[in-house]
């Protein structure tokens, strides 16, 4: 079955960044959207960025645009999210979805992807 899993989280300051990275396994990489998703402390999940592997074409929430850039390697079945100036409110649970039919989740919680990681910890300190 498929399999995703996230590393590269971590603590950092304001103005800092980190890279995450999230490996695909258990199924042909190609012909999906890959994306990125966080949940901070007592909120609800949020989509952050996708990618599509054939094309690498991307989307991201407004939060995140101009600071935050998705990318891929398809040879390794990896998709990366590079988190560049990095504010306080960025702390939250990242999670690597795969199938991604939308950023935007529904007012219950639930968020159409197919499949997701275990999750990765970003904390940003001021």
């Known amino acids: 079955q498929v399999q995703l899993a996230e590393s590269g989280g971590g603590s950092v300051q304001a103005g800092g960044s980190l890279r995450l990275a999230c490996v695909v396994s258990?199924?042909?990489?190609?012909?999906?959207?890959m994306g990125w998703f966080r949940q901070p402390p007592g909120k609800e999940r949020e989509g952050v960025a996708q990618?599509?592997?054939?094309?690498?074409?991307?989307s991201y929430a407004d939060s995140v645009k101009g600071r935050f850039t998705i990318s891929q390697d398809n040879a390794k079945s990896t998709v990366y999210l590079q988190m560049n100036m990095l504010k306080p409110e960025d702390s939250a649970m990242y999670y690597c979805?795969?199938?991604?039919?939308?950023?935007?989740?529904?007012?219950?919680?639930?968020?159409?992807?197919?499949?997701w990681g275990q999750g990765t910890q970003v904390t940003v300190s001021s």
């Open positions: 990618i599509y592997t054939d094309d690498g074409g991307t």
């Open positions: 979805a795969r199938d991604v039919q939308s950023l935007s989740c529904h007012d219950d919680g639930y968020c159409p992807v197919g499949y």
């Open positions: 258990g199924h042909t990489y190609s012909g999906s959207f």
